[in-house]
């Protein structure tokens, strides 16, 4: 129950659900409406199946039990008389009984012994005075014995018959196949346009999404609403929604037809509905809720192993393999709990419902069958009504099932338009100012900024850095020197103050523009499953391949990837793992000069370089910082004592400001960070 309520406290969506999901079909309206078309012709199709045997049963294979007229002319030419089924102004009659699996021909019958010999049923039969062994006589009337070549010629027309309902049948299904293959091939089709709009959409969103959001929100639990969340929703388009359709006008039909035939026999049929409908009911409720508590901890279980296979190194290097076993072990268990949850409900419920179809099935073949034996009802009429109650309690199930399958899409749903309703705080202005050229000063004023709430990180910070400048923030763990490169690429928002990119706000440029004009270089590089010279370019086919080589011997990175065996298209595995941490710098670096910014930010970009990859860098940096302003965050001032200017960050605020040397001379902040280093060595 924890877990519903954590699942109903993270889903915050308000508004019209189903509004919102059927606006995704609009745009396939033609589609749908063709395919409720296929299931109301796929559903006749169904229901007329059974009247075609029964028809066949009553008129033809039951045959002998209806008289013949003895006519002037028809088509019927038997022991030279014309016969005709036609009965309605005869006066002679012929008649065929089948006794002890012979049949028997009577013939120059009057309409009163015609009436007796077809109402003697059973037990007029078991009377029946036999001859010899080609002369029989029931009720005083005597009939000869048919051999097969005469039975044949006789019953030529019945066969006829059955052959000709056996061709419309097997059209019916021919029909009934090609309609279904169509509503099928139509139905997957739309939904897969469907969800591949919403993952798209939902895609795009959270990229769209400022970092805040991935602050507060596990990797594992919006891996899981791109993937499995949306997945259920194909589940609803492509299925259930016809499906439900389908059900509800296969249950109308089948009552409405089975009514007009017998209302007697109908209520027999009909007796247990009320009690299917309530353990439906009963069905649907108990089935959400496993439904909703699965769905949570599938994304438990997804958060879970998102942050333990991305932690997989500490992990094993604090050797906590068997703690995080275990503690893997017991959210499989409680998933696997919540399935055989699932699995108990569905075990009890399908086998009751089908006990209690077989209970209505039971009943209707009891008064069914006195009814044949009556004759108040054909053995074709109660073939149909055995054939249709069997399927009517079908698609009662199926709706139980599909209504909690439906549930769990909306509840999929509610957790995908959480996201897509989540707000991009960090907005464009319609009408932004578009610069010709970004030369890269960089001036903050008085801008205070905190992650959460008031718990202010940068406090009245004020500063200007020239175009071409080199400036370098130092300080403390905490200070706010990576904050203050946030804010520059615009990933959060300041609270007060200004920040301006060559005298311009940068709430008035545009995103793209700022993040294109920055180069940033982190201490933690990502590198993506792809080739080295993908991994440059990053999708910008503007990019060329000389362009990319040209980077790479710019920052000392050819060196090592043209001895690779593949060179530039070397492939490199998920986070780079085959290249040591040097190696994965100098890419990054190759990717920023290959782009060309204005603007150079480095966030500890040289913190876990080994002393001869440091060198390399510190030779391919005069190049790459040369006539682009440079913002530098380090903690080895060694790095950064050739800065144009150096900026002391303590405690939010800027303490101290100048180059290495003035700064020295202080004697403040600056100084003593410089001999605890020096001291550490």
Not at 62 to 85: H, K, N
Not at 292 to 315: A, H, K, Q, W
Request: aromatic share 10%; hydrophobic share 45%; glycine share 6%.
């Amino acid at each position: 129950m924890a877990e519903i309520a954590e699942e109903k406290v993270e889903s915050q969506f308000q508004g019209s659900l189903s509004g919102r999901l059927f606006a995704y079909m609009k745009p396939y309206t033609f589609q749908m409406v063709l395919s409720l078309i296929l299931v109301l012709l796929i559903t006749c199709f169904e229901l007329v199946r059974p009247v075609l045997i029964g028809h066949a049963i009553d008129i033809y294979i039951e045959g002998y039990g209806t008289p013949y007229a003895i006519v002037e002319e028809s088509d019927i030419y038997f022991r030279g008389e014309y016969l005709t089924r036609d009965v309605s102004e005869a006066d002679r009659y012929a008649q065929l009984i089948n006794y002890e699996d012979d049949y028997y021909y009577f013939t120059d019958l009057t309409p009163e012994e015609s009436e007796a010999l077809v109402s003697a049923g059973e037990e007029g039969l078991n009377q029946t005075v036999r001859i010899n062994e080609q002369v029989i006589e029931i009720e005083g009337v005597q009939g000869e014995k048919l051999s097969s070549e005469e039975l044949a010629v006789l019953r030529n027309n019945d066969f006829i018959g059955v052959r000709n309902i056996a061709i419309v049948y097997a059209l019916v299904l021919l029909a009934n196949l090609v309609c279904t293959f169509i509503q099928t091939w139509v139905l997957q089709l739309t939904g897969q346009n469907i969800i591949y709009t919403i993952r798209q959409q939902l895609f795009e969103h959270v990229h769209a999404l400022p970092l805040r959001y991935f602050d507060t929100h596990p990797v594992g639990r919006i891996v899981t609403r791109i993937t499995n969340d949306v997945e259920s929703l194909h589940e609803m388009y492509a299925n259930i929604l016809i499906r439900l359709f389908k059900n509800a006008v296969k249950i109308i039909g089948l009552a409405v037809v089975m009514l007009m035939m017998n209302v007697r026999l109908s209520l027999y049929a009909f007796i247990l509905v009320p009690v299917i409908a309530l353990l439906t009911v009963i069905f649907k409720t108990i089935s959400r809720r496993v439904h909703r508590l699965i769905r949570t901890r599938i994304s438990m279980l997804n958060t879970f192993l998102s942050e333990n296979i991305s932690g997989m190194r500490i992990i094993q290097i604090f050797a906590k393999e068997d703690y995080k076993r275990n503690e893997f072990n017991g959210k499989s268990q409680e998933l696997y709990a919540s399935h055989i949850k699932q699995l108990t409900v569905f075990a009890i419920f399908r086998p009751l419902i089908y006990f209690l179809s077989q209970i209505a099935l039971a009943l209707v073949l009891y008064r069914g069958g006195a009814d044949v034996l009556e004759a108040t009802i054909t053995v074709g009429t109660l073939y149909v009504f055995i054939n249709y109650i069997s399927n009517f309690f079908e698609p009662i199930q199926d709706l139980a099932e599909q209504f909690s399958t439906l549930q769990n899409a909306f509840a999929s749903a509610e957790k995908i338009f959480d996201i897509m309703d989540e707000k991009n705080t960090i907005l464009e202005k319609e009408n932004p100012i578009v610069l010709d050229k970004v030369k890269g000063k960089i001036e903050f004023k008085h801008v205070w900024f905190a992650y959460e709430n008031e718990d202010y990180v940068l406090k009245d910070v004020s500063f200007v850095i020239e175009p071409g400048e080199r400036v370098a923030f130092v300080g403390a763990t905490g200070a706010g020197k990576s904050s203050i490169l946030n804010l520059i690429g615009r990933y959060y928002d300041i609270q007060k103050g200004q920040i301006l990119i060559d005298d311009v706000d940068i709430k008035d440029l545009t995103i793209s523009q700022i993040r294109s004009a920055i180069g940033q270089v982190q201490q933690d590089v990502f590198i993506f499953t792809g080739d080295m010279a993908d991994n440059i370019r990053l999708l910008n086919e503007d990019i060329s391949d000389e362009i990319i080589k040209k980077s790479a011997e710019t920052v000392n990175a050819a060196d090592f990837i043209e001895r690779l065996p593949h060179g530039y298209h070397e492939p490199v595995s998920e986070r780079g793992a085959t290249l040591s941490a040097g190696q994965r710098q100098l890419l990054s670096f190759a990717r920023t000069l290959a782009y060309d910014p204005a603007i150079l930010v480095m966030d500890e970009a040289t913190a876990n370089i080994d002393t001869e990859t440091e060198r390399l860098i510190q030779d391919a940096l005069e190049r790459l910082m040369s006539g682009r302003t440079t913002i530098m965050v380090a903690h080895r001032l060694s790095t950064i004592q050739h800065a144009d200017k150096i900026m002391v960050m303590h405690k939010g605020r800027i303490r101290e400001s100048g180059t290495h040397q003035s700064l020295l001379e202080q004697n403040g902040l600056y100084k003593k960070l410089y001999e605890l280093q020096l001291y550490a060595k």
